[in-house]
Structure formats: C-alpha cells, structure tokens
C-alpha cells in the first residue's frame, strides 16, 4: 500500500499551512546531523469504504463503528457514513441526490471512545463511503457483518471497511464450479477512477480485455463477476487491482455453494516475509494460497507458530511458487485443535510474495469458509469493532521475538464499562486469549490491541455465528489502525522571506 508516504506529505504541507513558512532542520556544516527527531501526530482525516454487504434477501447485515481515544487527537470532528451510488445510477437527477442527503445513514459514528451500531436487512443495501476528522480520524474502524441464512455463501461474512488506495492482491480467489466470486471497487472521490483487474492462475496471467480500463464513476460502486473476466475455470486464483488514476476500495466476495462464503480482504503488500495470523484450531481443511509477482520463482519454508513454539507440518516443509503464477497447497487439519498462526520465510533468496489461506470449519452440510490473508503487525495500536461475548476470539502471534500485548475492551453500544488486559506472547507462538469484556456489556464492543513491549504482533480477531449448531464465522486481521503518522520537525523561518 502506498498511502504512508502520501500521508507524510499531507501532514507536512498542513504543517506548513498552519505555521505560515517553515524550514525542516538540517545537518550543520560540521557534518553531524542535527536534525531533530520526527513527530508522531494523530492523523486528520480517514477514509472507509464498506462493499455492497448481500444480494440476498436474507442478508442481515450489522454496522459498528468506533474510534478509540487518542491522545494528542482534536477534541473536534465527526465522521459519517453516506450511501454509494451504483453504476447504474449515474444519472440520478438533482431531486434524486436531495433525497440521499435526507436519508438517515444506517450508522451514526459517535465519540471516541463509544461504539456505535446499526443494522440493516436484505438485498439492497448499498455500499457505504465514510469519512471521519479531527478527533475521530484517528484509527476509526468500521465492522460490517452479514449473516445470510441460506443459498450461496450461507453463513457469516464479514470485512473490516477499508481505505481508499492505488494497489490491491488477493489470492485466494475462484473461478471453479461452485464458487461465485465478485470483485467489489468503491470510489470516494470526485473524479471518476481508471482500474486495471488481472487474474492469474495456476498457469499464469488469465487473458482478458473487460478488466482493462474499468472506469467507476465518483462517488459509486461497481461489483464484477470473475467468471465474466475470464472464461477459464481456476480453483485458485491470485485478483490483482491496480489503479491507473484516482483511487478506490477493494474487496473480494468468494461464495460458495457447500461451504458458505466470506469476504476476501487485500493481503499484505509482497514480501519476502509473510505471517498468516489466527487460523482457526477446529479448522477442519485449511488451502494456503501464494503468488509472487516478480519475475524470479520463490522458495518459502512453512511453519505454524502454535502455542508450544515453531513446527514444520508434516509433508509440507517448503512450497515452490512459480514466477507469476498462482500456487494453492492443502495443508489439511493443521492447527490439530491447537491455536495458530502461518510463518512463512525463505529458504533462499529473498523473493516477495502475496499469499493467504482458506479456511474451513465444520463437516458435512455444515461447513462454513473463511479467509486469512497475510498481514502486517499490529504496530502501535490496531482496533477491530462487533465483537460479542461468547463469540469472540482473538488470536496473538509472537513469531519473533517475545512481545507483551495490552488489550482494551470498550463499552458497549448500549452499556458497559471498558476492561483491559495484558498479555505476554513467548517467541514463535500463537495464544488464543480471553479477550477482555466490557462489564456489564450490552451489545456490541470493539477490542483495541497495543504493542507493549518486545517483538512484532500480528492478530486476528474470529467471530463466530449466533447458532451453535452451524460453524459459521468470520475471520478480520489487525493490522497497526495508522492513526499515528511520523512528520518531520520544523521550524519557523522568516528568512526564508528574504530569498
């Protein structure tokens, strides 16, 4: 993703604008460098787009939305939720975009510190595009969780609402009978986007000319059928979304016909080491996807962090991912009852990577799919919102270094009061934890995870769905929320006036 480095470059032209002129410190002619140490600041402004939930008339969908307290944040700001056109929409006339405006947003964002809920049925719920400012920029996350009860992609899907970017991989896709699989683009700006769509298969990159130029109009959202880019029948597949202007949000639908459906968010940016965080530990099969997009073949060793230490699964010590080419390798019952986490490093040459695991929980006509894309740390602070007592699992892995965790509990959308909880994570393990709730919780809550001390922290949280007969769940990454920015110091100048 390559939103950091334009987000360095706001922060800094809005520091400029505030003070007036200003000059970043410099080395002295001595040679040493005197250069004052960045800042860490609260981000001003963030962006989400939630994909269009269901085209079933059985989809519930809830929204959560929150924002945890961060210090240094403006006590001023709001954020909001509004309805995205769809493409055919276009053409909607003035009275038809009053009427929007007028309409209540199916989640109202509130306070740091306070999540906020709301739902919605059936098959026409639209996308959402979000925006927050000023205090409730910072790590604002927004949880959208679909329950269908029947049909294709039956059970629980969920996806963490995402920002806006120019790069998306999603391996772990599908084209082969049975599976329906969409591509989802949302665009929150003003000016129309230009996307490219690849797909690549077991034997490399899929021909087609309709994704090519997939132009979506400001402020919509598109949704398009793999099986109508490419005509090929791939049971594994690597989705690659690049922008050639403007910008979108991204996200893959995979539904199933036997084993439900989820979404697929983006993967880690490649990289030549991944971690897959939090595979479920009753996960009945388990299909690690893999593709790297250079030009040179890539050789990974496999290990699970459990939460005795690093092990090699059994028959699957190395994988082989062929360049430009999308390879899938089953690891059956990995986790053998037993929390987990995927290492994946390599054995040779550095070579970077995009991979992602399906999942699968259940047997019989009760199996339900989810999916774990590589992520990247926890960071600073990472948050994950509709978490449920009794349904809730969050998942810590230390593949490093060993590294202390603090994990915070909020109040819920209608009552209770926060919990915290510490935790330490041995090296090169996966632990399951007791996340903490809320006292007296009503509702829903969102978890905040932190990185106290040691190592990177990678996690996951796994919801699962209200009937206990059913396996169904959903599985959200927490990557570091970027609610915390690095900008430069800089000090007032007036000389500058003089040049």
């Given at each position: 993703?390559?939103?950091?480095?334009?987000?360095?470059?706001?922060?800094a032209t809005?520091?400029?604008?505030?003070?007036?002129?200003a000059a970043v410190?410099a080395?002295?002619?001595?040679?040493?460098?005197?250069?004052?140490?960045a800042a860490?600041?609260?981000?001003?402004?963030?962006?989400?787009?939630c994909p269009a939930?269901?085209?079933?008339?059985l989809?519930?969908?809830a929204y959560?939305s929150?924002t945890?307290v961060?210090?240094?944040?403006d006590?001023k700001?709001d954020?909001?939720?509004?309805t995205?056109?769809?493409?055919?929409d276009g053409?909607?006339?003035e009275?038809d975009?009053?009427d929007?405006?007028?309409e209540?947003?199916v989640?109202?964002?509130?306070?740091p510190g306070t999540?906020a809920a709301?739902?919605?049925?059936?098959?026409d719920?639209?996308?959402?595009i979000?925006?927050?400012?000023?205090g409730?920029?910072?790590?604002?996350t927004v949880?959208?969780t679909?329950?269908?009860a029947?049909?294709?992609?039956?059970?629980?899907q969920g996806v963490?609402?995402?920002?806006?970017?120019?790069?998306?991989?999603?391996p772990?896709?599908?084209t082969?009978t049975?599976r329906?699989?969409y591509v989802?683009l949302?665009n929150?700006?003003?000016s129309a986007?230009?996307v490219?769509i690849?797909?690549?298969g077991k034997?490399?990159a899929?021909?087609s000319?309709v994704?090519?130029?997939?132009?979506?109009?400001p402020?919509?959202?598109?949704?398009l059928?793999?099986?109508?880019?490419?005509?090929v029948?791939?049971?594994?597949l690597?989705?690659h979304v690049g922008?050639r202007?403007?910008r979108?949000g991204a996200a893959?639908?995979?539904?199933?016909?036997?084993t439900?459906?989820?979404w697929?968010t983006?993967?880690?940016?490649?990289?030549?080491?991944?971690?897959?965080?939090?595979i479920?530990?009753d996960?009945?099969a388990v299909?690690l996807?893999?593709?790297?997009?250079?030009?040179?073949d890539?050789?990974?060793?496999?290990?699970?962090?459990?939460?005795?230490g690093?092990i090699?699964?059994?028959?699957h010590?190395?994988?082989?991912v062929?360049?430009?080419?999308t390879?899938?390798?089953?690891?059956?019952?990995?986790?053998r009852?037993?929390?987990?986490?995927l290492?994946?490093?390599?054995?040779d040459?550095?070579?970077p990577?995009?991979a992602?695991v399906?999942?699968?929980?259940g047997?019989?006509?009760?199996?339900?799919s989810?999916?774990v894309?590589?992520?990247?740390?926890v960071g600073?602070?990472?948050?994950v919102?509709d978490?449920?007592?009794k349904?809730?699992?969050?998942a810590?892995?230390?593949?490093g270094e060993?590294?202390?965790?603090?994990?915070t509990?909020?109040a819920?959308?209608?009552?209770g009061a926060?919990?915290?909880?510490?935790?330490t994570i041995?090296?090169?393990?996966?632990q399951n934890v007791?996340a903490?709730?809320?006292?007296?919780?009503?509702?829903s809550?969102a978890?905040?995870?932190?990185?106290v001390?040691g190592?990177p922290v990678?996690?996951?949280?796994?919801l699962t769905?209200?009937d206990?007969?059913?396996?169904?769940f959903?599985v959200?990454t927490?990557p570091?929320d970027?609610?915390m920015v690095?900008?430069?110091n800089a000090?007032?100048d007036l000389?500058?006036?003089?040049?």
């Amino acid at each position: 993703m390559k939103r950091t480095t334009l987000s360095l470059i706001a922060c800094a032209t809005a520091l400029a604008a505030v003070t007036g002129f200003a000059a970043v410190s410099a080395p002295d002619g001595s040679g040493t460098d005197t250069a004052a140490p960045a800042a860490r600041l609260p981000v001003e402004r963030t962006s989400l787009l939630c994909p269009a939930p269901s085209t079933s008339d059985l989809a519930e969908t809830a929204y959560t939305s929150f924002t945890p307290v961060t210090k240094g944040a403006d006590e001023k700001g709001d954020a909001q939720l509004t309805t995205a056109e769809t493409a055919a929409d276009g053409g909607k006339d003035e009275k038809d975009d009053k009427d929007d405006k007028d309409e209540k947003p199916v989640v109202q964002p509130k306070a740091p510190g306070t999540p906020a809920a709301g739902e919605t049925t059936g098959a026409d719920t639209p996308a959402l595009i979000g925006t927050a400012e000023g205090g409730t920029a910072p790590g604002w996350t927004v949880q959208q969780t679909t329950e269908v009860a029947a049909g294709t992609g039956r059970g629980l899907q969920g996806v963490n609402c995402t920002a806006p970017d120019t790069e998306f991989w999603f391996p772990g896709a599908s084209t082969a009978t049975g599976r329906t699989d969409y591509v989802h683009l949302t665009n929150p700006d003003d000016s129309a986007a230009v996307v490219d769509i690849e797909l690549y298969g077991k034997d490399g990159a899929l021909k087609s000319t309709v994704g090519e130029g997939v132009t979506v109009p400001p402020h919509t959202s598109e949704s398009l059928l793999l099986s109508t880019l490419s005509e090929v029948k791939e049971t594994d597949l690597t989705v690659h979304v690049g922008v050639r202007s403007g910008r979108v949000g991204a996200a893959v639908q995979a539904l199933d016909d036997k084993t439900g459906g989820d979404w697929l968010t983006a993967a880690a940016d490649p990289a030549s080491e991944l971690v897959l965080p939090g595979i479920p530990k009753d996960a009945t099969a388990v299909r690690l996807v893999l593709f790297t997009p250079g030009g040179t073949d890539a050789d990974l060793k496999v290990r699970l962090a459990s939460p005795s230490g690093l092990i090699t699964p059994a028959g699957h010590e190395t994988v082989h991912v062929k360049a430009g080419m999308t390879t899938g390798v089953d690891l059956g019952e990995v986790t053998r009852g037993e929390a987990g986490s995927l290492v994946l490093t390599p054995t040779d040459g550095a070579v970077p990577v995009v991979a992602a695991v399906r999942v699968v929980r259940g047997k019989g006509d009760e199996q339900e799919s989810a999916f774990v894309p590589a992520s990247d740390p926890v960071g600073a602070r990472a948050t994950v919102a509709d978490n449920r007592a009794k349904s809730t699992t969050l998942a810590l892995s230390a593949p490093g270094e060993a590294a202390k965790v603090k994990a915070t509990a909020s109040a819920g959308t209608e009552g209770g009061a926060p919990a915290t909880k510490t935790y330490t994570i041995k090296a090169g393990t996966t632990q399951n934890v007791d996340a903490p709730v809320p006292a007296g919780l009503k509702g829903s809550y969102a978890l905040t995870v932190e990185t106290v001390s040691g190592g990177p922290v990678h996690a996951s949280r796994i919801l699962t769905g209200s009937d206990d007969d059913v396996a169904a769940f959903t599985v959200q990454t927490l990557p570091d929320d970027r609610g915390m920015v690095s900008v430069p110091n800089a000090d007032e100048d007036l000389k500058v006036l003089q040049k």
